[in-house]
């Protein structure tokens, strides 16, 4: 029989078990995707699940021409800003990464099961929590054939 003491601490061990390695596979994901990180970006993204529609290989072609252009810009990290999606995934938690200097930004949703990436969405109308400057919206994923 398992007494009170114990089964409290379970239920604790259970409760950071579960935030520390669901926040892992987030935080290397915004990490890499910061430092323009391909490789990195693909050892956070699984085969099966499809991201913004595409599945991992495409997707990251598609991160890869995006990193690439922001390079060719001089621009070799993003900072980081947490804010919210108000429309497609309304009250979902959404990251901004930024480059300070030019106020170019893109606005991810990801979407986070059992610590792993299962989806990624470009929000067009996150609402960050600090205020920067937002002038050049980027996009991933642009020639959408829909
Ligand atoms: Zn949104």
């Known amino acids: 029989m398992i007494n009170k003491e114990k089964q ?11 935030v520390v390695f669901i926040d892992s596979t987030e935080k290397a994901f915004i990490y ?6 391909l490789q990195g970006v693909s050892s956070t993204l699984s085969d099966v699940h499809k991201f913004d529609s595409c599945y991992k290989s495409k997707y990251l ?31 979902q938690g959404a990251i901004t990464f930024v480059d300070k200097k030019s106020g170019q930004y893109i606005d991810l949703v990801l979407s ?5 990436i299962i989806d ?7 609402k ?17 054939p829909f």
């Open 112 to 116: 986070i099961k059992y610590n792993e």
């Open 120 to 126: 990624i969405s470009e929000c067009h109308a996150v």
């Open 61 to 91: 072609e598609y991160i890869e021409i995006f990193f690439n252009e922001l390079k060719e810009k001089g621009i070799e990290k993003l900072s980081v800003y947490k804010g919210k999606c108000t429309n497609c995934f309304k009250g």
């Open 8 to 18: 409290k601490l379970i239920a604790l061990l259970e409760e950071i078990g579960d």
């Open 128 to 144: 960050n929590h600090t205020c920067f400057d937002k002038k050049l919206r980027l996009n991933i994923i642009d020639d959408r």
């Open 32 to 37: 890499y995707f910061s430092t323009l990180d």
